[in-house]
């Protein structure tokens, strides 16, 4: 097939297993990120930094590869000098704090007190800007002498604007505007990938990105500690955080997938593992602004692609409860036959071939968790084969053989 007819066929294979219909084979795929450097032999700060490097290492590893989606790496990846203009507290990545060999590490932290709740529930955007801004960015820690967004409600009060003349504050304006610069950069290089990438046959999964409204509360405001004691000393502003971020979760998913023209909306999910929260702490407090969410972007026209991080074994009753065949799961330690069984008729699964046998076992030992797998879980489709999570240590030939044995073994109704 050409590639406009590789293009149609991935793309119908993966609508059709997404939708629960049989598909021509089982589709297979892998977050190839970091590995592309790796394989094509160059550095991971070389991949955040210097985009023509990174175009060329994922370009040459997607077509050795040919997955059936790929999801495109430059908003994911290309963040070096947008990190250095902000001065950026939250990351830690190649080339700066680490290693240029090493993969990007996130930094969590306390970067809303307790006592803050307050001023984030009556008006989220000023607390983001005057408080939450400052601590995660060196460069915008001016924005901390910004006055309260209700000293601008009447026009007499237009000497508000005179904090504007403070150094500290011009000096995060001005790397606010090297950031959208930056930003747009690294939107054109995501533009013209995807472009690339359906012209040689390869649908892509574009950068709609949102989050599990806990989520946004535990990984990026409150950390693990705040947020697992805010659920028992102060319960009711966790769930009054959790609606109020409800609408600008779903809003965050639609723009950005509108934004790079993708009908996908990835929602990675940290707490809500079976190690962090009892099962009745989900029900309350983690999965009915999740599910809403979800609910939200399909009616939107969007398909949610969930990533559930960690185990999430007993959450597969609760989590089935959404309309069939619009949204995808995506496991990494999960029992994906307890996920077919419970979620088949409903959700398409996708993962989880194990990294650790990915890293450090052989191509036989990769082939039999796949055969077992597609046995299982690929019964009648519904399923899409993945790493259990992203392939930086993958040995080639291991991850050669998962994309190689699914094609061959995965066609329905072999």
Not at 54 to 61: I, K
Not at 270 to 276: A, E, Q, S, V, Y
Request: hydrophobic share 40%; with cysteine.
């Amino acid at each position: 097939m050409n590639a406009q007819e590789l293009y149609e066929a991935r793309t119908k294979r993966v609508r059709d297993v997404i939708a629960l219909a049989l598909p021509d084979r089982i589709p297979v795929t892998a977050s190839i990120e970091f590995f592309s450097a790796r394989y094509c032999g160059y550095t991971q700060e070389q991949l955040m930094y210097e985009p023509d490097i990174l175009w060329d290492a994922y370009l040459r590893t997607t077509l050795d590869f040919a997955p059936d989606i790929v999801r495109n790496p430059f908003p994911a990846l290309l963040l070096g000098r947008l990190l250095d203009v902000l001065d950026y507290r939250q990351m830690q990545w190649p080339g700066r704090q680490l290693a240029a060999h090493l993969p990007f590490q996130f930094v969590e932290g306390e970067y809303m007190s307790a006592r803050e709740y307050d001023h984030f529930l009556s008006d989220p955007t000023d607390f983001m800007i005057r408080a939450y801004w400052p601590r995660i960015a060196g460069s915008l820690k001016g924005f901390g002498k910004l006055a309260p967004s209700e000293d601008f409600l009447e026009y007499m009060d237009l000497g508000a604007f005179a904090m504007l003349a403070d150094a500290e504050v011009q000096s995060a304006l001005e790397a606010l505007v090297k950031a959208a610069r930056e930003a747009e950069r690294i939107g054109v290089y995501s533009r013209l990938f995807a472009k690339k990438l359906k012209e040689e046959g390869f649908p892509s999964l574009g950068g709609g990105k949102s989050y599990a409204p806990f989520d946004i509360l535990a990984d990026y405001l409150r950390g693990t500690k705040g947020v697992m004691l805010d659920m028992y000393r102060r319960p009711e502003s966790l769930l009054k955080a959790c609606e109020k971020i409800l609408p600008l979760a779903i809003r965050k998913g639609v723009s950005s997938a509108r934004k790079t023209g993708t009908k996908y909306v990835f929602m990675p999910l940290h707490k809500g593992l079976d190690g962090f929260m009892s099962p009745e702490q989900f029900k309350r407090f983690y999965w009915p602004t999740l599910r809403d969410s979800i609910v939200g972007l399909i009616a939107e026209g969007f398909t949610p692609y969930v990533f559930w991080e960690g185990d999430c074994t007993s959450r597969l009753p609760h989590i089935k409860d959404i309309p069939p065949g619009k949204a995808v799961y995506r496991f990494e330690a999960t029992d994906m036959m307890k996920a077919k069984d419970i979620l088949g008729e409903r959700i398409c699964i996708w993962g989880n071939v194990p990294v650790s046998i990915l890293a450090t076992g052989t191509p036989a030992d990769v082939r039999a968790y796949c055969k077992k797998l597609i046995d299982h879980a690929g019964k009648d489709g519904g399923l899409i084969v993945d790493a259990s999570a992203g392939v930086n240590d993958a040995k080639v030939e291991n991850l050669r053989a998962m994309f190689d044995f699914t094609k061959e073994y995965g066609a329905c109704g072999r």
